[in-house]
């Protein structure tokens, strides 16, 4: 059984920063690719960034990259994603996912963790 655990969100104010962290067995690091998805109030959700046990790196929308970062912690079992300068616009309910591949398709991924809520003040 595949448990995928977020922890790390909150209310923060703009320009600040969070790590989000994802919890998951090795094996299923090993298993499958592991995703960052948000999803806004009243928008559909949409992906944010992807890895791979081996490394590999999927980035998600123009208005992340550079300030969001993905990576793992192979020895603890845990996906990270590193959120900088962040804006009001980045509140969203954040969630760890894990899919066969680096996809940026939500249809793609199998397992969901519960989601973390991130506020983000003005």
């Known amino acids: 059984q595949v448990q995928l655990v977020e922890s790390g969100g909150g209310l923060v104010q703009a320009g600040g920063s969070l790590r989000l962290s994802c919890a998951a067995s090795e094996r299923t690091m090993r298993t499958y690719a592991m995703g960052w998805f948000r999803q806004a109030p009243g928008k559909e959700r949409e992906f944010v960034a992807a890895i791979s046990w081996s490394g590999g790196i999927t980035n998600g929308a123009d208005s992340v990259k550079g300030r969001f970062t993905i990576s793992q912690d192979n020895t603890k079992s845990a996906v990270y994603l590193q959120m900088n300068s962040l804006k009001p616009e980045d509140t969203a309910v954040y969630y760890c996912?894990?899919?066969?591949?680096?996809?940026?398709?939500?249809?793609?991924?199998?397992?969901w963790g519960q989601g973390t809520q991130v506020t983000v003040s003005s």
């Open positions: 996912a894990a899919g066969q591949t680096r996809s940026k398709s939500i249809d793609e991924y199998t397992y």
